[in-house]
C-alpha cells in the first residue's frame, strides 16, 4: 500500500517562503504522478500542482504561477513543493496525493493516495 507523509508545514510571514516535502513509501515512486491540494476551513479541497512519473511535465493553478514549483527526486522518492512570496490566502493544509498515471493529474478524483496534510499559515 502507497503511503505518503507530508512535512515542512508551519508559520511563516507574508512574502516568505517554504518547502513542503512528501515522503512515498510502499510502491514503486517512479510508477506514480504526484500532485499537491490544499484546503482551508469551509472551502474544498483544491488542486496546487502536479508533476508527472517522469518529472518532465508539471501543472500549476494559475494563481501559484511563479511562486510555487513542484519537483521530484525519484532516487529518494520523494516530492517537493517550494513556496514563495507566501500571501495569508496561502494558509491551509496542504495534501500530497498519488495517482499511478503517466501524465500530472490536476482533480481530486484522479488521486488513489493521499497523506494527512501539514499545516501552513501565512502572516500578515
Known amino acids: 500500500q502507497v503511503q505518503l507523509v507530508e512535512s515542512g508545514g508551519g508559520l511563516v510571514q507574508a512574502g516568505g517562503s517554504l518547502r513542503l516535502s512528501c515522503a512515498f513509501s510502499g510502491r514503486t515512486f517512479m510508477n506514480y504522478a504526484l500532485g499537491w491540494f490544499r484546503q482551508a476551513p469551509g472551502k474544498e479541497r483544491e488542486f496546487v500542482a502536479a508533476?508527472?512519473?517522469?518529472?518532465?511535465?508539471?501543472y500549476y493553478v494559475g494563481s501559484m504561477k511563479g511562486r510555487f514549483t513542484i519537483s521530484r527526486d525519484n532516487a529518494k522518492n520523494m516530492v517537493y513543493l517550494q513556496m514563495n512570496s507566501l500571501k495569508p490566502e496561502d494558509t491551509a493544509v496542504y495534501y500530497c496525493?498519488?495517482?499511478?498515471?503517466?501524465?500530472?493529474?490536476?482533480?481530486?478524483?484522479?488521486?488513489?493516495?493521499w497523506g494527512q496534510g501539514t499545516q501552513v499559515t501565512v502572516s500578515s
Open positions: 508533476i508527472s512519473r517522469g518529472g518532465s511535465n508539471t
Open positions: 496525493a498519488a495517482t499511478r498515471t503517466i501524465t500530472a493529474q490536476r482533480d481530486v478524483q484522479s488521486y488513489d493516495y
